[in-house]
């Protein structure tokens, strides 16, 4: 994932990926095979216990998912006496490789084709797509299979010869050719003939084409999925792969984004970074049905709306609530500012000062006494402490007294006891500035000296409040624009869901038709062997009645052929020991 956020960053430059999924049918041969790995599921599901489960040496989950990715990838890999079918994919793909090298002449183009499982027993499904490759026509010399290439030095070799178009087809597993594999010169196609255990093992594969230095502006993945040739017919491992692959992917990415999803998803075909939409797109294929792909896009683009909505709602909540706060602060300043203007005013009107703006008188009444000079204030403030009972004006504004005890903590971590004074100015409250070392009472040359400057800062305090009024009301507009739009989700998000309703009744609809198509051969068959069982025993009975009626007498043979009803009735009069003995011989 670090070359894709290079890429985005500009560092480095990537060709564009093309991906190709090639849809093939389940052959023939695969089909029974196919059919017993799920009978084999079925017995492994069974308890421990049960006498009919296989014994774990024999057979397990283990080998059962081996033997259905064998089987998924070529029937051949399980049993090599299985016919080779032309449209199986080892044969699709080697159509495809044709296809690319064709293509790409001129440029030498080359391709790389990936499958983890290639050989059973004597049958090795790289070399029989090798000797196709070289009866097509491919120089044997340009088909590599990487696992020839045994040595540090041939491997080497392998890879110069790949980067420089002299072999222009290699074949290998995700163990020899996923990591430290340079090979991407000339590499026009990667084709993928099976999926791998874990979705990093798939990134590490699709590493080798898309990455930096290849001279190809674009460039092809093919997977290979397998689909069976109806709705009941068996389904490839595939499906069990892809689902596998989708639920791991799903948790690294919302691992990595912190559970974020992304917006779009409008061409998970064409998407050539891992998500789970990736995978969820095999195992929508590998079903068969055409509406999967449809559901699969549905369920994804559902939970993103959703998301998207949740988030729509909650901004929507936000702003009421931004709303409100600002409605508020607005009003507030509203009632405020008055109060500050006036302050302002009778403050600035009880000083006098020179041209260059330098105080040259002002009122200040402390405790009845006036001084009309700072200077003369401040020597008598100086040695006076403050209480509770302490008057003060300064330019015609009462500045109201607050003394309570406090509590301090020091760099050392001492807490200290101390007397803390507030004082109100223009209706807002201040505290008194104290000596760092004094813990007692402050002075009031203090008080007098926070009162005069932050007056002073009054017509800045209104020019402030003015301008955050402003910036608020402009919030309140655009909040209200906000709340005014509707949710452009939400309406989408209803389309979606009414569209997989529909999906999914049609699918159901499918799978119930299935289900009764199976149920009536089940009950024509059944039926058919009652009748057979009754027609068998009317034979019987026939062949009986012949034999013995000889031996009866013309009462006995009236009673035989007497309808049921009657013989019923005689049942119930004759005494149970005799009918006992009628019904054994009967029997």
Not at 124 to 152: C, S, T, W, Y
Not at 336 to 345: G, H, V
Request: net charge negative; hydrophobic share 35%.
């Amino acid at each position: 994932m670090m070359q894709d956020e290079a890429e985005e960053a500009g560092y480095i430059t990537l060709p564009k990926a093309v991906r190709k999924d090639m849809l093939v049918k389940v052959t023939p041969a695969q089909e029974p095979l196919l059919q017993s790995i799920a009978e084999r599921g079925e017995l492994l599901s069974l308890p421990m216990s049960d006498p009919e489960r296989p014994d774990p040496t024999e057979d397990n989950w283990l080998k059962l998912d081996s033997d259905a990715c064998a089987i998924s990838l070529d029937a051949r890999l399980y049993d090599p006496t299985c016919p080779d079918d032309p449209d199986s994919k080892a044969n699709t793909a080697v159509r495809t490789t044709l296809d690319v090298l064709r293509r790409t002449e001129a440029e030498r183009g080359t391709v790389i084709i990936f499958a983890d499982r290639y050989q059973r027993g004597d049958f090795n499904l790289f070399e029989d797509m090798k000797k196709k490759l070289i009866a097509a026509g491919v120089p044997r010399e340009q088909v590599a299979i990487v696992h020839d290439f045994k040595k540090g030095k041939e491997f080497f070799g392998l890879q110069q010869a790949m980067r420089a178009g002299r072999v222009r087809v290699l074949l290998g597993t995700t163990e020899k050719c996923g990591i430290g594999v340079n090979i991407q010169t000339r590499l026009k196609a990667l084709i993928d003939l099976d999926l791998p255990q874990r979705p990093d093992q798939l990134e590490q594969r699709h590493g080798r084409i898309r990455r930096s230095g290849n001279t190809f502006s674009e460039v092809e993945f093919y997977r290979m999925i397998s689909e069976p040739r109806d709705v009941a017919s068996p389904k490839a491992h595939d499906l069990q792969r892809a689902q596998l692959l989708e639920r791991k992917q799903t948790f690294l990415s919302q691992f990595k984004s912190g559970g974020r999803m992304g917006r779009k998803i409008e061409d998970i075909a064409g998407e050539t970074r891992l998500s789970p939409q990736i995978f969820a797109l095999a195992k929508a294929q590998a079903t068969g049905n055409p509406l999967a792909l449809e559901k699969i896009k549905l369920e994804y683009e559902i939970k993103n709306l959703t998301l998207l909505a949740r988030s729509n709602r909650l901004d929507h909540y936000n702003n009421r609530q931004q709303l409100l706060n600002v409605e508020y602060r607005i009003a507030h300043l509203q009632d405020k500012l008055p109060q500050l203007k006036k302050a302002s005013e009778t403050f600035k009107s009880h000083e006098r000062r020179d041209d260059e703006g330098k105080l040259l008188s002002l009122q200040v009444r402390f405790n009845g006494l006036e001084f009309s000079k700072l200077k003369d204030a401040n020597e008598y403030l100086r040695t006076v402490t403050l209480d509770s009972t302490t008057q003060l004006t300064v330019n015609g504004l009462d500045i109201p007294l607050a003394v309570s005890d406090a509590l301090i903590k020091d760099e050392l971590g001492t807490i200290t006891d101390i007397t803390a004074v507030r004082y109100n100015l223009a209706g807002e409250w201040f505290d008194v500035p104290r000596p760092e070392a004094h813990m007692g009472l402050p002075s009031a040359q203090s008080l007098l000296t926070s009162v005069l400057r932050r007056g002073g800062d009054l017509p800045s305090k209104i020019l402030e409040a003015e301008a955050t009024i402003q910036g608020n009301e402009a919030t309140l507009g655009r909040l209200h624009t906000a709340l005014g739009y509707e949710s452009p989700y939400e309406t989408k998000l209803k389309e979606y869901e009414q569209r997989l309703a529909e999906i999914d009744k049609e699918l159901l609809g499918k799978t119930e038709e299935v289900e009764e198509l199976v149920d009536a051969e089940t009950e024509e068959l059944s039926s058919s062997k009652i009748l057979s069982a009754d027609q068998e025993i009317t034979d019987n009975n026939e062949i009986v009645r012949a034999e013995t009626m000889e031996d009866k007498s013309p009462a006995q043979v009236a009673v035989d052929d007497a309808p049921g009803e009657i013989l019923e009735v005689a049942a119930m009069q004759t005494p149970r020991s005799k009918r006992m003995q009628t019904a054994d011989r009967g029997r």
